[in-house]
Nanobody, 119 residues
Framework: VQLQASGGGLVQAGGSLRLSCAAS???????MGWYRQAPGKQRELVAV???????NYADSVKGRFTISGDNANNTVYLQMSSLKPVDTAVYYC???????????????WGQGTQVTVSS
């Protein structure tokens, strides 16, 4: 199982970035989404995309971030707009999924991608 995240970078405040996370080696996904971790802080949930198409967001990003999914390609996207310096963090993709050889859903993490928002 592999979660490949991409799309991070440096952007000025007010700008936009789009993160992508593609899962491979997976038979079925229950939930995909993003966490982030800023320096010196705990990892926090940003947004979640469920298999039924429902979404959930942290209050701090509601109205600015949009999560979407491509179920056919096991990919989730995070469109981030109106970015603020406080959004600076390493963003981690995660998935609750099961493989072809298992009937159990387990949690998987991708490598982090750095998002830096300058003021």
């Amino acid at each position: 199982v592999q979660l490949q995240a991409s799309g991070g970078g440096l952007v000025q405040a007010g700008g936009s970035l789009r993160l992508s996370c593609a899962a491979s080696g997976i038979f079925s996904i229950n939930v995909m989404g993003w966490y982030r971790q800023a320096p010196g802080k705990q990892r926090e949930l940003v947004a979640v995309f469920s298999g039924d198409g429902s979404t959930n967001y942290a209050d701090s990003v509601k109205g600015r971030f949009t999560i979407s999914g491509d179920n056919a390609n096991n990919t989730v996207y995070l469109q981030m707009s109106s970015l603020k310096p406080v959004d600076t963090a390493v963003y981690y993709c995660f998935a609750s999924a099961r493989t072809y050889s298992s009937s159990t859903y387990l949690g998987y993490w991708g490598q982090g991608t750095q998002v830096t928002v300058s003021s």
